[in-house]
């Protein structure tokens, strides 16, 4: 069975938008592939953050995953910092990762841009990246279609760490490939952004329905339909969007014909939506409130996760040293 890696990082509560564009197709994928799913607080540290905060985010993050559908019986879920081999693989590959490439990253460019001190960790974020996805031997990486450039480097730095080191043999790393997936793009509910924790435009996976209704119902549509009696155009909107992730199809073409010929109001359009939402929402914050009461279960299921990936990591190290000279324990 190939093996895929996915990474994300513990932001805390999953919202809508990280649920409908990757973790959503996790659940999918973890019964077609080998599936590694890693919480990236390594990752998480690289911008000024709070200590306290950091755990919380990281458990919060993995009761999300849980409840959304990944299954640890399925998949090896598990937090990056509790594989020390993922650190130890890094720095290998900074040896041979040229500082251009790296500064070149547009992610770099981007994050750097917003801090007053850059930390070297931010610089090298994309070398860890490779070193968590080629720890595994991944042959894969889920990923949208705007992601696939990430993912250059890590085939470059498989490509560069195999020609050094094993060039008359087959390639020890595989180059991993983009798993391209139907990701969506989903927009904050001001309409104007991708839905971020950090622009306050997003709606919790786990969130209170009350608290979602008060959200949707200000929620920005097509700005032509002033009136009620104005026909809007069902593309321009967000609400549409949700509306084609959460309600079924035969939900969605009605929702265009009453939104085109004014028959909805966009209050009648989102109370569809809400209920809609509330079917694949409800299961799921039932199941966070199940996780959430059990500490010494969610402890085991990411200790587990934890120890698989440690074995294959650590035979992974164990091999990449002996094929460089270094000194490896036994
Ligand atoms: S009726 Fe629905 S799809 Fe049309 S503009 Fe209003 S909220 Fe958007």
Redesign the pocket.
Known sequence: MPRIFSGIQPSGELHIGNYLGAVKNWVTLQRQYESFICIVDYHAITVPYEAADLRQRTRDMAISLLAAGIDPSACTLFVQSMVPEHTELAWIFNTITPLGELERQTQFKEKAGRQESVAAGLLNYPVLQAADILLYKADMVPVGEDQVQHLELSREIARKWNSRFVPDAAPFFPEPKALLTPARRIMGLDGQAKMSKSLGNTVGLLEDPKDIWEKLRP?V??PK?VRRTDP???E?????HL?KAFSPAATVEH??V???T?G???????KV?FESMENELGPIRERAIEVRANANKLDEILGDGAAHARSIASATIREVKELMGLSATR
């Open positions: 929620a549509t097509d339909r809007g155009t069902p321009v909107c967000n609400i549409y509306h929702v265009a009453q939104c085109s004014a909805w109001g966009c209050i009648d359009c989102k939506l």
